[in-house]
């Protein structure tokens, strides 16, 4: 095998090895676009058991006035209605929902 042909492939599998490298955000975003959480069932078990409610003025009397998802300290949604939240992982909750989980951030 000459110089030549050496050079050659070296050069070929940088560019591949550069391609492959700028490609893993991309895929990154892909996956995290098709890893978005669905909406918390409240007639999941976990969500029962605590006395989940998408609308925390349905929680009644065990409910704490002004407390909702959003302004939980388990709450992970910023500013959006629907979000994250560590009590229920992989789950999003409403920003005014409640649950018997709630403490004031």
């Excluded at 909406?39 to 009397?61: C, F, I, K, M, T």
């Excluded at 992970?76 to 004031?104: H, L």
């Amino acid at each position: 095998m000459s110089r030549s042909d050496t050079d050659e492939q070296r050069r070929s599998f940088l560019r591949k090895a550069a391609a492959g490298v700028a490609s893993v955000p991309v895929i990154g975003l892909v996956g995290a676009q098709s890893a978005r959480a669905e909406r918390l069932d409240p007639n999941n078990p976990q969500a029962q058991s605590l006395n989940y409610v998408h609308d925390a003025n349905e929680a009644g009397s065990a409910r704490t006035e002004g407390a909702i998802c959003g302004n939980c300290t388990h709450w992970t949604g910023g500013d959006s209605q629907w979000g994250g939240c560590n009590i229920f992982p992989g789950k999003e909750v409403n920003r005014d929902g409640w649950c018997s989980a709630w403490v004031q951030a």
